[in-house]
C-alpha cells in the first residue's frame, strides 16, 4: 500500500511540475523576444487560444497549440528547447527575422510539424542530427544562415518532405545519397554553400524532383545524365569539379575515371567510422586485405603525383581564368558585387548569388532565350512585346558597357545603371540576372506582358526590356526620374533645400493614391494588380514635384523567394500590414496600410513612424505631428483630415480600413478645398 501511495504521489508531483503550454509559450517569448518588444501580448495572465491574445499563435479544437506564425516581427533572440513541449504543433514559421544561436535538438521531437520555416536569420551551429524524427515534415527552409557541419543522412528520412531549401549557409560535406529516397522531393536547393564530392546517382533519380541547385559549391565528378530532365530546373554553375555530356558549360567526362582516382578523397575508410560517412562519399569498393593492406610505394608515388598534377592544372587554370576576367572586366562590369551601399542591417542578408563571381551571369545563359522567334507553345507572339524590345548592344551603349560610373545602387536581387537612349532620353537601367526571375517561362512572360500594359501620369514609365541569352540577365529600361526618391526628402535640415512645401506634400499623397487605385482596378486588357512593396523609396518625385510609383508589377516578373527578401526590409520600416504574418498573402488592402506609413512619413517628415506621431495623429495635435522645417506654413484643418485619412488606413484590420477610391474621396475633397 504505501510503495502505491508512493507512485501516486510522484505521479502528482510530476503532474503539477510540468509546464503548461502557456508557461512554455512564456519560455519561448522571453528567448524570442528578450527586450519585449515585439510579443507584447504574450502575458501571463492570457489566454493563448483566445483570438489575438497571443499575436501570431493559433489553436486546435482542443485548445492545444498547432501554429506559430512570427515571420518579419524583428525578433533577435534564440530560439528556445521549450519548443520541444508544444508536441501538437504543426507549422512554426520563424523567418524573416534576426535570431541568433543554435537549432535546438528538442525540436526534433515534434512529431506533428509539417512546416518549418527558419530561413533568413543569423542562426548557426550545425542542422540537428536526429531531424529524421520529423517524420510529417513537409517542408523545410533553413537558407540564408550561418548553418555549418555536414548533411545529416536522416533526412532521408523525411519521406513527406516536398522542399528541402539549405541554401547559402556554410555547409561542408558530401551530399547524401539518401536525399534520393524522398519520393515526395520536389525542389532542393543546396547552392552557395561548401559542399564537395559527387552527385549522388540515387538522388538524381528522386521521381518527384522538379529543382535542384547546387550552384557554387565545391563539387565534382560525373553528373548523372539522367539529371537531364530538369532541363532549366537543374542549375549547376560554379563547381569547377564536375563534368558530363549533354550538360552546357561542362567539359566531357571521357577521362572521369583517371580524374577519380588522382583527386584526394573527401573521406578515408581506415580509422573512421563508417556509418557517419555520408552515402555518397567516394569509397574505395571491393578491395580485399592482399592489396589494399600495404600499398605498394609506386602506388604511393603515383597518388602523390596525381595529386600533383590535379593542383597544377587548377592553378594554371585559376591563373587564366583571373586574367581573362581582368581582360574583360570593363565589358562585363560587375553587376552583382558583395558590397551593396543601399541595404541596411535591417535588411535581409546580402544575397551570396550576386557577390560570387561577375563572369557567373555569362554560365547562366544556355538554353534561355524566351522571346526567341523560332521557339512556340508558350503563348506569347513576339508581335505583343515588339514596340518595348531592346537589344543588348543599346543596353550596353546606353550604359557605357555598364560602366561604373554610371551606377546608381543596387538592391538584393538587381544592379541600376543610368542610361542614355540614341534619341538622348535619360533612362534607368534594371540589370537583373535570370536566376532572380520566375523559372516558369509562362509565368516570366506572363510578368513582361503585365509589366508592358502599366500606363499612367503616376507610375515610372517602362520604356522596354531585353533577354540577353549571351549575359544571362533581364534588363528593364525605364525612364530617368530626375529628383530622387521620396526618402531623400524625409529626416533632412532645411539647409540643404530639399524640404517640400506643404502643397506639394498635399499633391504628392494624391499622386501616390492616383497610381494605387490604377494597379488596383481593372480595365480592359489590364488586369487588378496589388504592388505588394509600397514604400517611400519607392515612390520617385520628377521635375514638377510628381510622384510616380516604381516597381510596379515587378513581383510578377522575379522568383518568389526574391520577393519574400525584400520583405523584412519592409517589415523593419513598418510599411508591412500585420495580417501578412498570419495569411502570408497581400491584397489591395495591404497597399492602403503602406499607403497610410507614406502619409505620416510625408506628414511628419520622418523615416520612422514612432508611436509618438501616432499619438499625435489620433489626439489631433498637429504641433506635434508635423515637420518641423515646415515651420508652421501648412493648414491646421487639412493636416488633420490627413492625419485622420492615414490613421484608417493603417488600422490593424483590413476590414476596418477604407479602400483606395474611398481615400481618393477624400482627398479630393480636401484639394477642392485648398
Not at 547562366?364 to 503563348?379: A, F, I, M, Q, V
Request: glycine share 8%.
Amino acid at each position: 500500500m504505501s510503495l502505491f501511495l508512493l507512485f501516486l504521489l510522484s505521479l502528482l508531483s510530476l503532474s503539477l511540475s510540468s509546464p503548461t503550454e502557456r508557461d512554455l509559450l512564456l519560455q519561448i517569448k522571453a528567448s524570442l523576444d528578450p527586450d519585449n518588444r515585439f510579443l507584447s501580448s504574450w502575458t501571463p495572465y492570457s489566454d493563448p487560444c483566445s483570438t489575438g491574445s497571443f499575436d501570431g499563435v493559433a489553436c486546435n479544437g482542443q485548445g492545444r497549440v498547432v501554429n506559430i506564425s512570427l515571420q518579419g516581427k524583428g525578433l533577435s533572440g534564440q530560439i528556445p528547447p521549450a519548443l520541444g513541449g508544444l508536441k501538437s504543433l504543426t507549422g512554426l514559421y520563424l523567418h524573416f527575422n534576426a535570431l541568433s544561436g543554435e537549432i535546438p535538438k528538442e525540436i526534433v521531437s515534434l512529431s506533428q510539424l509539417t512546416d518549418l520555416y527558419l530561413n533568413v536569420n543569423n542562426l548557426s551551429g550545425e542542422i540537428p542530427l536526429h531531424i529524421g524524427n520529423l517524420t510529417n515534415l513537409q517542408v523545410l527552409q533553413l537558407c540564408y544562415n550561418r548553418l555549418t557541419g555536414g548533411l545529416p543522412t536522416q533526412l532521408g528520412s523525411l519521406h513527406k518532405l516536398t522542399v528541402l531549401a539549405l541554401q547559402d549557409n556554410r555547409l561542408t560535406g558530401a551530399i547524401p545519397a539518401s536525399l534520393g529516397d524522398l519520393g515526395m522531393l520536389t525542389r532542393l536547393d543546396l547552392s552557395f554553400n561548401n559542399l564537395f564530392g559527387s552527385v549522388p546517382v540515387k538522388l538524381a533519380n528522386a521521381p518527384m524532383l522538379k529543382v535542384l541547385d547546387i550552384r557554387n559549391n565545391t563539387l565534382s565528378g560525373n553528373v548523372p545524365p539522367v539529371l537531364k530532365r530538369l532541363h532549366a530546373g537543374f542549375q549547376y554553375e560554379n563547381n569547377l569539379g564536375l563534368c558530363g555530356v549533354g550538360f552546357p558549360n561542362l567539359k566531357d567526362c571521357a577521362d572521369s575515371s583517371k580524374i577519380y582516382r588522382s583527386r584526394p578523397e573527401p573521406f578515408k575508410p581506415n580509422g573512421l567510422n563508417q556509418k557517419n560517412i555520408p552515402e555518397s562519399a567516394d569509397l574505395p569498393t571491393e578491395c580485399s586485405k592482399a592489396n589494399c593492406s600495404s600499398p605498394s610505394g609506386s602506388a604511393k608515388i603515383g597518388v602523390v603525383s596525381g595529386i600533383v598534377g590535379v593542383a597544377l592544372v587548377l592553378t594554371v587554370a585559376a591563373l587564366f581564368t583571373f586574367a581573362w576576367y581582368r581582360r574583360r572586366k570593363q565589358k562585363i562590369g560587375s553587376t552583382f558585387d558583395s558590397s551593396d551601399s543601399r541595404l541596411s542591417t535591417d535588411q535581409v542578408k546580402e544575397v551570396n548569388r550576386r557577390s560570387a563571381s561577375p563572369l557567373i551571369s555569362l554560365e547562366y545563359s544556355n538554353g534561355w532565350d524566351p522571346l526567341d522567334k523560332g521557339r512556340s507553345g508558350n503563348g506569347f507572339s513576339q508581335e505583343v512585346f515588339e514596340s518595348f524590345m531592346f537589344n543588348l548592344e543599346e543596353v550596353e551603349r546606353a550604359t557605357q558597357c555598364f560602366s561604373e560610373t554610371n551606377l546608381l545602387g543596387k538592391s538584393n536581387f538587381s544592379a541600376i545603371y543610368k542610361g542614355s537612349l540614341r534619341d538622348s532620353s535619360a533612362v534607368v537601367v534594371k540589370c537583373i540576372a535570370k536566376t532572380s526571375c520566375k523559372s516558369d517561362e509562362s509565368e516570366f512572360l506572363q510578368g513582361l506582358k503585365i509589366l508592358t500594359s502599366l500606363k499612367h501620369e503616376n507610375l515610372v514609365r517602362l520604356r522596354g526590356f531585353c533577354c540577353s541569352k549571351g549575359r544571362g540577365e533581364c534588363f528593364l529600361i525605364y525612364d530617368y526620374v530626375p529628383n530622387g526618391n521620396l526618402l531623400q526628402y524625409l529626416d533632412v535640415k532645411q539647409r540643404n533645400g530639399k524640404v517640400l512645401e506643404w502643397s506639394t506634400r498635399i499633391s504628392i499623397i494624391y499622386g501616390i493614391a492616383k497610381g494605387i487605385r490604377y494597379l488596383h482596378e481593372s480595365r480592359g486588357s489590364k488586369q487588378a494588380l496589388v504592388h505588394q512593396n509600397l514604400s517611400a523609396e519607392k515612390v520617385l518625385i520628377d521635375n514638377r514635384s510628381n510622384p510616380l510609383l516604381s516597381d510596379s508589377g515587378l513581383h510578377k516578373l522575379v522568383a518568389d523567394d526574391i520577393v519574400f527578401s525584400t520583405l523584412k526590409a519592409s517589415a523593419a520600416m513598418g510599411y508591412l500590414a500585420p495580417e501578412y504574418t498570419t495569411t502570408g498573402r497581400f491584397t489591395e488592402k495591404s497597399d492602403v496600410y503602406a499607403f497610410g506609413m507614406i502619409v505620416l512619413q510625408i506628414l511628419s517628415g520622418k523615416r520612422k513612424i514612432t508611436q509618438q506621431i501616432r499619438h499625435a495623429a489620433e489626439t489631433s495635435k498637429v504641433e506635434d505631428l508635423m515637420d518641423m522645417n515646415l515651420e508652421g506654413k501648412y493648414s491646421d484643418s487639412e493636416a488633420t483630415r490627413l492625419g485622420r485619412i492615414a490613421l484608417l488606413c493603417i488600422h490593424e484590420s483590413p476590414y476596418h480600413r477604407p479602400s483606395i477610391d474611398n481615400v481618393l474621396q477624400e482627398l479630393s475633397a480636401l484639394m477642392s478645398s485648398c
